[in-house]
């Protein structure tokens, strides 16, 4: 079966640094793109990035470029969400996602359960 | 940036259609993917390619685009169906990770 498992609630200070991750299992890691999505309390989805394990080319929304860092480990099919400076705003629900790709676009097709980032004085 | 348009609320009632819309400028060359996220929970993959259906989603569950409009269709809608729905896709120069805004699909 095709999992991804992603890493417990964070309760987090503005200012702290903050690494999240995302296990995938039942499938080749390396060959498939992987990436965040943001879901701040009440709203909708926000494409944050991927990462091609493979290789490690990294691509980034505008609105995320310079936000955050993702990143992989290959040899424990791992991939990471990281803040150098939590701010109240990054308050959120972030899932990752397996990517899908074709001539034609991306898609996702595995998520992760998610992880909630709270970001409170 | 490229926008996908939804929109928020669509209403039925059970054993009605459902079709839920998204409209965008490169729909006609890029795929569309449709999500269900339920109250708390993670997005689940419904339509993958405008109009392929990923194993175990029941068969209720459709699609399909025509120029820049692809449409999610719900044939005999279910009270377990309620749930926000997102479509994505990926802009005309190949940015992947646009996401329309959402619907609201209230089945009652």
Known sequence: EVQLVQSGAEVKKPGESLKISCKGSGYSFTNYWIGWVRQMPGTGLEWMGIIYPGDSNTRYSPSFQGQVTISVDKSI???????????????????????????????????????TVTVSS | SYELTQPPSVSVSPGQTARITCSGD?????????????????????????????SGIPERFSGSSSGTMATLTISGAQVEDEADYYCSSTDSSGNPGVFGGGTKLTVL
């Open chain 1, 77 to 115: 099919s791992t991939a990471y969400l990281q803040w150098s400076s939590l701010k109240a705003s990054d308050t959120a629900m972030y899932y990752c996602a397996r990517h899908i790709y074709s001539y034609f676009g991306y898609g996702m097709d595995v998520w992760g359960q998610g992880t």
């Open chain 2, 26 to 54: 490169a729909l006609p060359k890029k795929y569309a993917y449709w999500y269900q996220q339920k109250s708390g929970q993670a997005p689940v993959l419904v339509i993958h390619e405008d109009n392929k259906r990923p």
